[in-house]
Nanobody, 123 residues
Framework: VQLQASGGGLVQAGGSLKLSCQYSGRTYSGYVMGWFRQAPGKEREFVAVINRSGATTYYADSVKGRFTISRDNAKNTVYLQMNSLKPEDTAAYYC?????????????????WGQGTLVTVSS
């Protein structure tokens, strides 16, 4: 199972970015997919999660209403649309996958991780 995240970059506050995470390996639709982020000197934190079909999502309070997670199982890809970005959103963003059905928010519940893509929001 391999996850490849992309789409990070430098953006001004109030701007938008769309992250992508492509999966390769076992049947993609069999995994719950999550996005996490880690700022320098801080612990990795939950951002958003989506169930296997894409019908159910859950967000951290800090991004609710600004970020949208989605997936295209035919393309083996999960997305994170980030709008109204703030400087405090600056971090390395990681996609992750887990077996099962529950939408966990703890990093330790995820078995597979991508390499991270850096998002920098300037003020």
């Amino acid at each position: 199972v391999q996850l490849q995240a992309s789409g990070g970059g430098l953006v001004q506050a109030g701007g938008s970015l769309k992250l992508s995470c492509q999966y390769s390996g076992r049947t993609y639709s069999g995994y719950v997919m999550g996005w996490f982020r880690q700022a320098p000197g801080k612990e990795r934190e939950f951002v958003a999660v989506i169930n296997r079909s894409g019908a159910t999502t859950y967000y951290a309070d800090s991004v609710k209403g600004r970020f949208t997670i989605s997936r295209d199982n035919a393309k083996n890809t999960v997305y994170l649309q980030m709008n109204s970005l703030k400087p405090e959103d600056t971090a390395a963003y990681y996609c992750a996958a887990k077996d099962g059905w529950y939408l966990y928010t703890r990093p330790g519940n995820y078995a597979y991780w991508g390499q991270g893509t850096l998002v920098t929001v300037s003020s």
